[in-house]
């Protein structure tokens, strides 16, 4: 109980409080309370605000949401980031003669395969102080492609742009044709010791022949010159033939009427990609079987038994097209960006695509913007139309590739040697990771999965990076393979800073 003075004094501090709580405020607190308010409603309203302009957002092409990718980086804008091109030889620079040495070449693989073969071929007869003569395409390949040479590039322009650096011919002399010739698989990845060495080669053969052209050269720790050279080759000097170039160009105009800018997708969602790489997710029973024999049947795909999820999960699958479509909204591009297909028949044709096409309806291939004239003498010569798609890939506003094969390798690297135009690589494993969240209902698609995405590629846009190295743990000749592609980032060797003159050897 409370004592009397207790309660007196209870009492007393009642009674102030009471007089306190009734008092009118003064002009200065009420003035707090103003800002108060005030501070606590702009909180308020930025927060929430934000969901609703995510919204209101996406019926923009190409948005440039606070959280997303910046106008800039989303349309594809370009930047000379203080670097330019460099592919001029260095004083001390000789051409090679070729004397009565000879090469000859039968590049293999598909098209971008086998022109970085053929400018790894260019540097390597200059190597071995040999002449070149004008490589055999592969038609052995999936496509069965009979293109000749000349079917597919400018050879006069090649002869003529590179007469500075080694001789070339059109066909062997015929007095060596009957010659007994060496057949050498050059070593891959190799320098220039290996090179110097095979010139032995000459004091019991004038003829050499090599099978396969692919990956010849190793990425790194090369002359300056011979590296500049192999950009020569492939950016100068291995054009395509003027009517594949002019048609090129002209739909790349067609797409230009079209929208303001638009994205090339490399959708490598094609049959012989998934029965190589064994992906079969999204797929039903009867197609995953069907890939499977395909694999079994093809000989020279040493890999028969393939666990699918295992290659889901480690990124080494393409996107699927609902993937893609996923990815792409997530980028900040909205239904009405215009997206050209560069790649051959997507598997399962329209019930597959249509999965992109859903959120994406403005799609478009080569065979939608150009005539049946104008295709038809490119029917049945897949390099020849693949060489349309690399032309309107490299000339496109952004760039994105779902799976890393030559063709993106290739696309990348040329891309970065004109300026690092935009080209966005997949995150392949790190999506795949998402994309199992939304499938178990974890994530949803939403401002946060857009979020996700953007912070996962905010590296992967194609700005100026030296080339990579072999991935840490390597040893040997084994870590030559696993080296980021020369033609992938031909920097710092053909790409300079504008400030610095480079006039040694660089490795990355």
Excluded at 164 to 184: F, N, Q, T, W
Excluded at 245 to 268: P, S
Excluded at 414 to 435: M, S, Y
């Amino acid at each position: 109980m409370l004592s009397a003075t207790s309660r007196s004094s209870a009492s007393s501090l009642h009674l102030k409080s009471t007089r306190h709580f009734h008092r009118k405020p003064s002009p200065y607190t009420i003035t707090l309370y103003i800002i108060a308010l005030f501070a606590l409603s702009i909180f308020i309203f930025i927060y929430y605000s934000k969901d609703i302009l995510d919204i209101d957002d996406q019926h923009k092409p190409f948005s440039s949401q606070s959280h997303q990718l910046s106008d800039e980086q989303v349309q594809g804008a370009l930047s000379s980031y203080g670097l330019h091109q460099c592919v001029e030889p260095t004083a001390k620079y000789k051409a090679a003669l070729g004397s009565d040495h000879y090469i000859t070449v039968r590049s293999n693989g598909g098209l971008n395969q086998m022109r970085t073969g053929i400018s790894d071929m260019v540097a390597i007869a200059h190597i071995m102080n040999a002449t070149l003569v004008i490589p055999q395409l592969d038609k052995r390949s999936f496509w069965q492609d009979k293109s000749k040479f000349s079917d597919v590039f400018d050879e006069p322009h090649f002869i003529r742009s590179l007469q500075g650096d080694i001789r070339i011919i059109r066909e062997l002399p015929g007095e060596l044709v009957s010659l007994p010739h060496a057949r050498k698989h050059f070593t891959s990845w190799s320098g220039m010791g290996y090179f110097e060495e095979m010139k032995q080669i000459w004091k019991d053969h004038q003829v050499v022949h090599v099978p396969k052209s692919d990956a010849r050269l190793a990425n790194n720790d090369l002359p300056l010159d011979i590296q500049r050279l192999r950009c020569r080759s492939l950016y100068h000097a291995l054009r395509f033939t003027p009517p594949i170039e002019n048609l090129g160009k002209k739909l790349v105009e067609r797409l230009r009427l079209r929208a303001e800018r638009y994205i090339a997708l490399h959708l490598r969602y094609e049959k012989d990609m998934l029965s190589f790489t064994g992906c079969t997710y999204g797929l039903t029973d009867a197609e995953s079987e069907e890939l499977r024999v395909m694999r079994e049947n093809t000989n020279h795909w040493k890999m028969k038994k393939i666990n699918s999820t295992e290659q889901r999960i480690g990124g080494f699958c393409p996107l699927t097209p609902k993937e893609v479509g996923i990815f792409l909204q997530g980028l900040g591009y909205t239904s009405s960006t215009l997206i050209y297909i560069a790649a051959g028949e997507i598997y399962g044709g329209s019930t597959h695509l249509k999965e992109l096409t859903s959120r994406f309806p403005n799609v478009v291939f080569k065979e939608t913007i150009a005539t049946e004239e104008e295709l038809k003498e490119l029917t049945n010569h897949a390099s020849q139309t693949a060489a349309l798609d690399y032309i309107i890939s490299v000339e496109s506003d952004v760039f994105i590739p779902s799976h890393s094969g030559n063709m993106a390798r290739t696309v990348e690297g040329h891309r970065r040697f004109l300026g690092h135009r935009t080209t966005i690589t997949p995150d392949r494993k790190g999506l795949v990771d998402i994309f199992d969240k939304m499938d178990s209902g974890l994530l949803n698609e939403s401002s946060s999965l857009s979020r996700l995405i953007i912070k996962l590629h905010k590296n992967r846009r194609g700005a100026p990076r030296k080339r990579g190295g072999p991935p840490p743990g390597l040893k040997g000749r084994a870590r030559l393979r696993f080296e980021e592609p020369f033609y992938q980032n031909p920097y710092p060797e053909c790409i300079c800073d504008s400030k610095v003159t480079t006039n040694s050897s660089h490795s990355a």
